[in-house]
């Protein structure tokens, strides 16, 4: 434990790295997932599951939290670790890319963006201060500033008007943050799929300094190579001696493929929403237990995971539930997923310790290519 | 452990009863109460979460298995124990009362019922025979006979006719158990809120012999001073050497009374259904955890309370999830709820043990009666 945030990095394997970032709140191990937390919970899981999954940081929504139950609020409890009970790190999101997706009658100006609650329809304003101060409302270890998100594809005049604004922003939110004692900032690289606004956002940010990158505007419509190429084009331009955070991201085949383009951090819903939709992930790719084919299959997911709850149910009671809308269904399904995003992530660290990733992926790669155990007779 | 299924009194107060019923997956603990896992599962909860709140043994529903996944591919996949992994002593019903509740288009004679499903409208039928069929497949540990259940008020010449019935069945039933070894077989009381009916059943189930007798027909719209009248007439119908069980009852002071008047068992959906519902039973009653005098409250649910999960998150926390519709507001809310019913249940052994049964329900009812803590301020 440190009294600051730290971060240290140990070894390189190509462009993948292995490291470490030290919070006042535990250390978080590099590549790192962080299980999304939206409404202070990881959905259909306790806290104390999320960590043994091997969870060593959860992501919470400022958009959700400001609106229910209110940041104030949450202060008042304690912050979010104390509100959750989850007791290790935690980064939350600016708030801004939740109010462009899901909140009603936005209106952006230089000065921040003002929107109708997807709950209720009541007003509130976001602004690069307001979303500062929110997040250290919530007790945030790693807060991020407020940006604007262009979903992809996009005119090039547009994603510069919103990558400058974005980097307005970075400086708003650096001064607001204030060197925030044992807490985080990181800016986020906007720019598109457009290597040249991407070099000069990195650069303006660099210019005003983070504890952390992110790469932002991405998995918003494009395909996976034009994520992989801005990557290729970006990563290269942020400091090497800090954090790089790819926002929102994604499938475990985006995850090995982001890692060996030099990234560190990641968040998703996607594995326990995934979950909650009867999919499983396992080495053998996505299993679907909605489907018949598991409803007499008295085999476990996956006999050889180092999960034992992969091991525990049978797909023909895990098919049950799913079909049921059983809640433990989504409850083990999340369980099953989370743990196989960490496996994948341990994975990888080790891989990068040896100097083994691009053997560690393509080995990853050909179990999903080769697919599910065949069907029963 | 047994081979076999045996009944041991140990103590009684009053009427009632501590004893423990022992069978070849282990003890039960009586007064027991038994969790309801429909479909396979105590709703929102894993069995070893089950088994923390003090179970002993758990209810699954022969109507909603038989439909799905369907009995005979439960006794493939190695029963239910096997499936739900849940490895202690399991009572099915008979799937008579779900067919009467919930399916469509039934017609009933004295061979049994046809039923149409609720959820694909397939054409299903039900005797005595094949309940117990299903019961054996679905490898329970404890089977109830099929009988017929009518809801209170009723005609006279229509209890008697259902009671009447009942009794056959019960015969039949107990033929095609046949003794079967290391399973008990339990009979059911009907006969409406009439005391005669009731004699008379009790007296007819009684020649026939079962290893248990439980008392159906009750809880089906009846005040509660009914239901104990009927109990107060009908225990002592009963013999006092086997265990006798309440069917679907009850609400935390329905337990009281029941037990009170001689009754060692009992199942009820009512303490996990209401946890979904954002209701928390305590030693203050009921605390209805979506009012909005919770929202600020950073009291646990119940500081003093045995449960560690009442005494961990505070009330904001979970008035929070409920409001958020977040299935672990469901997850928690179901585990309070069954670990104050088997508080419950312990304090009432407890107190059968010390003789001092009804001053122990006074203290639990000045409880309630007193009421939630005050609000803050």
């Known amino acids: 434990m440190t009294e600051n945030f730290q971060f240290t990095l140990s070894a ?16 978080i191990r590099t590549p790192a997932f962080m299980p999304v937390g939206t409404a202070g919970t990881v959905k259909a899981m306790y806290p ?18 400001m609106l229910r139950p209110g940041a104030e609020r949450v202060a008042r409890l304690g912050g979010l670790h104390e509100f959750m009970d989850w007791q290790r790190p935690i980064l939350t999101d600016s708030g801004g890319f939740q109010v462009m997706s899901l909140a009603k009658l936005r209106k952006l100006d230089e000065n921040g963006v003002t929107f109708k609650s997807h709950i209720d329809g009541s007003s509130h304003s976001l602004t690069p201060e307001r979303s500062i101060e929110i997040q250290k409302l919530l007790d945030s270890d790693i807060i991020m500033q407020l940006d604007e998100c262009v979903s992809l594809p996009a005119e090039h005049n547009e994603l510069e008007r919103a990558m400058e604004l974005s980097i307005r922003w970075a400086e708003r939110s650096k001064k607001a943050f204030d060197n925030a004692k044992g807490r985080a900032l990181f800016g986020i690289v906007q720019g598109g799929d457009n290597a040249v606004l991407r070099a000069r956002s990195a650069s303006g940010l660099t210019d005003i300094g983070f504890d952390g990158y992110a790469v932002g505007g991405l998995a918003v419509g494009e395909p996976q190579e034009v994520m992989f190429r801005v990557l290729d084009e970006t990563t290269p331009q942020l400091p090497s001696d800090k954090p790089r955070y790819l926002m929102g ?40 237990l909605k489907n018949a084919r598991h409803k007499d299959d008295h085999r476990p997911l996956d006999e050889a995971s180092p999960n034992p709850t992969a091991r525990r149910f049978s797909r023909a009671y895990l098919h049950h539930l799913v079909r049921c809308e059983e809640m433990l269904g989504a409850m083990i399904l999340s369980q099953i997923n989370l743990s196989y995003y960490q496996e994948l992530m341990a994975g990888m660290r080790n891989a990068i310790e040896n100097a083994t990733f691009v053997q560690y992926c393509a080995a990853v790669r050909e179990g999903w290519t080769k697919g599910d155990l065949p069907a029963l007779d």
Chains 1, 2 share one sequence.
Do not use: S, W
């Open 249 to 288: 991201v994604g499938k475990p085949d985006d995850l090995l493929g982001a890692v060996g383009r030099g990234i560190d951090m990641f968040d998703c819903v996607h594995p326990t929403r995934a979950g909650r939709h009867g999919h499983a992930y396992t080495r053998f790719g996505v299993v679907n």
């Open 48 to 65: 104390e599951q999320v960590r043994e999954t091997g969870a060593d940081i959860v992501l919470g929504n400022t958009y959700h939290l």
């Open 12 to 27: 390189t394997d190509g462009m993948a790295r292995r490291g470490q970032i030290d919070t006042p709140r535990g250390e």
